[in-house]
């Protein structure tokens, strides 16, 4: 008997013969590979991954285990019998995942070092474990080509996407024969349907449209719903929806989302939202509009589950709490899924197993990017020709979603004409019922435009004269001495990315019960509060930015159309200049101001991007290069897409919508985190409510910040068996009340930073 899988202490009676794994992965990634018209290109994956356990090498390590915790390479056999079994560039995309289905998708010169001259041991008989493979015929993709035009794209994309079917395939059926031989089998998951999920919300929205004091924007929220599920029944593909900030547009695209998918039997919604601010907001909103936690995913990028997996164990939620988790985290098999930019776009663009587990779940899903315009623009081609694969040749829906419509239609004409870049989402696919004549409709500010560069002492002046007025500048250095100038006076409040989670929403909420009650709300924060946050100012002022975020800073200003008008003013600070970063958006921006008439409408947008695509060029919307090559991501594809020479390893590494992503760290602000943090501590193993519960207490720091304190003991281990996988404070001595952590050495954060 051959065996995949041993169990230590049990007689081998009990190990999972070879054959029975690899058909059995073999089956599971072909019904994933299904949705997408590649179930035995996927099956020739799963029955050929394994087959170098086969070798008398493996088979002995099985038996007596050595030092080398992964035992002999066996993964290597596959990719090679792939080679032989079909054409060049098929048996190469089978050999890239099988290769890879533990140590990731590499660059094509590793995966022909392996296959051609890498010494590996004999896996005699392997014909006799897997069957017959599937002919040539069968493994070629039957739906028709519609996705990105770009060259060699099509081809990679389907390498991760069989990539991804393979690897989740892989970790399910391993963990149910384990959990089996431990006497716990893995319950499958209660989820809600999508038909009754729509049936709640239907609900919901007749109750607040019942409840709803009528006015004009009260209206026009329910004119925005109503033509968005009216436009429902389109067929499936890629979508805008055009909504002045106040619109609805939240709850208007979640119910298209689940009308498109009920109607076209799609799989699951996927909600993409930019900012962490937000995405406790988002979740929060969607499970009292549904009535249900379970069905609702929230993944968050800025917390360890490979780390939390170390200490976790059985708890309260079931046999396989944390394990349930973290694999619905990793492979998103849940109903509605609320995740944020850089898991969901460098997820589409990555090579680790973990981060690839999800992507075969995006077929045939509805996704719905909110404030799409976050996207950052030196990754524009790549990430647009992803969304048109997607939609193109995996059934997905996208919904481009924002007030701000970046223009990446090909009708816009802002893009470059050369593909791959503008989307073929012509005007019938608009959700919203006349966007143009909406803004102006919802027109609910003036902006005014201060000539002059303005100091932060008459910015504190005005504070003084205005008791509710919002003050949104471009870093957190600049934030914190605007508050300090104003700290003396009544309602003086600060937000920041430096406050954790829970502590941002005690102060959104303390600002808000000020506003309505009429007292003094004055308030100094960074990007952070412009997209999805729901609050309303008399006035606001914004320094120098790029037109959308002089457009999410109106969102926040006379929200409900309460007033005649709000004023919003766009100043550029004297003593704090925009960052190099932040000018091209803001000198992009200046047509727009300067020349229309209102510089919040369509057309000014419009003109604003234009501007913006036109200043970067196709280099700039493609400028991410990999390391020691003078391609960048796309022109890599195009070079070696002929050949399936991909260097996926390295674009994996190229593509980041953060250029040095900071990490976590937990705060212990208030006597719930201090609780679990305490009994996380206490527990040999811990509980996946309590890790979970930790995510409302997290702050990112910088790297180097971050390894001084640990040195200095400012920081410590949440749990031993973490290590400085995920730390927390000591305590409160470096996190303030009125200002967060205490960072002496505060740089710009950009919009694109607050991206987690």
């Known amino acids: 008997m051959i065996y995949a ?7 081998t009676s009990e190990w999972e013969p070879l054959h029975n794994h690899l058909v059995n992965v073999a089956s599971i ?72 289905h533990h140590a990731g998708l590499s660059d094509f010169p590793d995966l022909d070092r392996r296959v051609r001259r890498k010494q590996i041991e004999p896996y005699p ?24 035009s770009a060259a060699g794209f099509g081809a990679a994309f389907l390498t991760r996407m069989l990539f991804s079917c393979l690897v989740d395939a892989d970790a399910l059926a391993t963990a149910h024969f384990l959990s089996d031989a431990a006497g716990e089998p893995i319950e499958r998951d209660a ?14 929205m007749a109750a ?4 709803a004091v009528h006015s004009d924007v009260n209206t026009l929220r329910a004119q ?18 055009t909504v002045p900030t106040g619109g609805g547009k939240t709850l208007a695209s979640l119910s298209f989302a689940l009308e498109h998918a009920v109607r076209h039997g799609l799989r699951r919604v996927v909600y993409v939202i930019p900012f962490t601010s937000i995405i406790e907001q988002t979740a929060r909103v969607f499970r009292d509009a549904l009535g249900t936690e379970d069905s609702i995913l929230e993944h968050h990028a800025s917390f360890d589950w490979d780390a939390a997996a170390s200490v976790s164990a059985a708890d309260s939620e079931g046999p396989d709490g944390m394990a349930k988790l973290r694999r619905v985290s990793e492979n998103w098999d849940v109903p509605i899924v609320v995740t944020t930019a850089v898991q969901f776009f460098e997820s589409l663009f990555a090579n680790r197993r973990s981060r690839c587990r999800k ?20 990754l524009l081609r790549p990430s647009l020709a992803a969304l048109e694969e997607l939609a193109g040749n995996y059934g997905a829906s996208i919904v481009v979603c924002t007030a701000t419509q970046p223009a990446w239609r090909r009708i816009d004409r802002a893009l470059p004409a050369e593909p791959p870049t503008a989307l073929p989402i012509g005007a019938e696919r608009e959700l919203a019922p006349d966007p143009a004549g909406l803004f102006v409709r919802l ?32 870093s957190r250095a600049h934030a914190r001495d605007l508050y300090d100038l104003i700290a003396h006076l009544p309602g003086a409040t600060h937000l920041t990315t430096l406050m954790c989670p829970r502590h941002r929403r005690a102060v959104l909420e303390q600002a808000r019960k000020a506003l309505e009650d009429k007292q003094p709300m004055r308030l100094v924060a960074t990007s952070l509060i412009e997209a999805g946050v729901d609050i309303d100012f008399p006035e606001v002022w914004r320094a120098a930015a790029g037109l959308d975020s002089i457009n999410q800073a109106a969102g926040r200003c006379n929200r409900e159309g309460l007033l005649a008008s709000g004023r919003l003013v766009v100043f550029e600070p004297a003593e704090a200049k925009p960052p190099h970063d932040l000018r091209v958006f803001w000198q992009a921006a200046q047509p727009a101001l300067r020349l229309q008439a209102d510089p919040l409408s369509i057309e000014a947008v419009h003109r604003y991007f234009h501007e913006l695509y036109f200043t970067r060029g196709t280099n700039g919307l493609d400028a991410a290069r990999l390391d020691g090559q003078p391609w960048s991501i796309m022109q890599a594809i195009a070079e070696r897409g002929r050949q399936a020479e991909f260097p996926f390893a390295s674009i994996a590494k190229a593509y980041r919508l953060i250029d040095d992503a900071a990490k976590p760290v937990i705060v212990p602000w208030d006597e719930t985190a201090r609780t679990t943090l305490a009994r996380v501590a206490a527990m040999d193993r811990a509980l996946g409510s309590d890790l979970r519960r930790l995510q409302q207490y997290v702050v990112t720091l910088p790297h180097r910040v971050r390894s001084d304190w640990l040195a200095a003991g400012v920081l410590r281990a949440v749990h031993p068996a973490m290590g400085d996988a995920l730390l927390r404070f000591e305590n409160l001595a470096h996190y303030r009340p009125e200002t967060g952590v205490d960072l002496r050495d505060l740089t710009y954060r950009s919009a694109e930073e607050n991206i987690l």
Request: glycine share 8%.
């Open 5 to 11: 899988h041993s169990l230590k202490g049990r007689p």
């Open 29 to 100: 990634a072909a019904g994933f590979g299904s949705v997408f018209d590649c179930a035995e290109t996927a099956r020739a994956a799963g029955l050929l991954h394994d087959i170098g356990k086969a070798s008398a090498a493996f088979q002995a390590y099985l038996t007596q285990p050595s030092s080398n915790a992964k035992g002999p390479d066996h993964s290597t056999a596959g990719a090679c019998e792939a080679a032989k079994a079909y054409p060049e560039q098929f048996g190469r995309m089978l050999g890239y995942a099988v290769a890879g």
């Open 125 to 148: 008989g392997w014909r006799a474990l897997t069957g017959a493979l599937p002919d040539t015929t069968a493994i070629m993709p039957s739906r028709r080509p519609g996705g990105s």
């Open 191 to 204: 989820h809600l349907g999508l038909p009754e999920l729509l049936d709640r919300l239907r609900a919901h």
């Open 208 to 211: 607040l449209r019942a409840k």
């Open 224 to 241: 925005v719903l109503d033509h968005a599920i009216a436009v429902a029944g389109a067929s499936p593909g890629l979508f805008t929806l």
């Open 359 to 378: 992507l075969h779940n995006l077929a045939r899903a509805v996704i719905v990017l909110d404030e799409a315009q976050t996207l950052p623009v030196h």
């Open 443 to 474: 027109k609910r500010v003036s902006v005014e435009r201060m000539t002059e560069p303005v100091a932060d002492a008459s910015i504190a002046a005005r504070f003084a004269e205005q008791p509710q007025m919002l003050c949104i500048v471009n």
